[in-house]
């Protein structure tokens, strides 16, 4: 019964290194760095309840009750918080699941960080400009183009018609 106790014991090692690299590479990985800063206060006095409870809270729209989840016009969608371009319209699409869905974001525009609440495991989307919460990204997106669903909050977004850029 050696040869079982002896392998339980070498295994370890050889995954060890592996792991160890990809929390490396994880911590490498280059996050925006927040620009807009304020106190809670400073942003409860510009924000309205709801939009602080979304935004700075990590709260949720109720499906199929925002603004922008069945809008579909040519424009940019900025941060509700900061104004921060965020998404384009040409990425926008009906997903059918409650909210609005972008299959990609502007480069440089999202932070992503892990969110363990409420029993799940998703990844949390935030402005990187501001860092107020917009919603979560998952891999169930159109195959066709980036296969992600920026599931977002419309009560995070403020559209600005006409500027895609």
Known sequence: MKP???FF???P???LPNCQNNK???AKKKQPV???R???EEWRQILTPWQYYILREKGTDPPGKGEYTYFFEKGLYRCAACGAPLFRSDNKYESHCGWPSFDDAIEGAIIYRPDY???MVRTE???ANCGSHLGHIFDDGPRETTGKRYCVNSTSLKFDPGKEK
Do not use: D, G, R
């Open 117 to 119: 609440s409420h029993n």
């Open 24 to 26: 490396n590479m994880a």
């Open 9 to 11: 014991t070498i295994l």
């Open 34 to 36: 927040i620009k807009v």
């Open 125 to 127: 989307i935030l402005c």
């Open 38 to 40: 304020k106190s809670e």
């Open 13 to 15: 090692a050889f995954l």
């Open 4 to 6: 079982p106790t002896l």
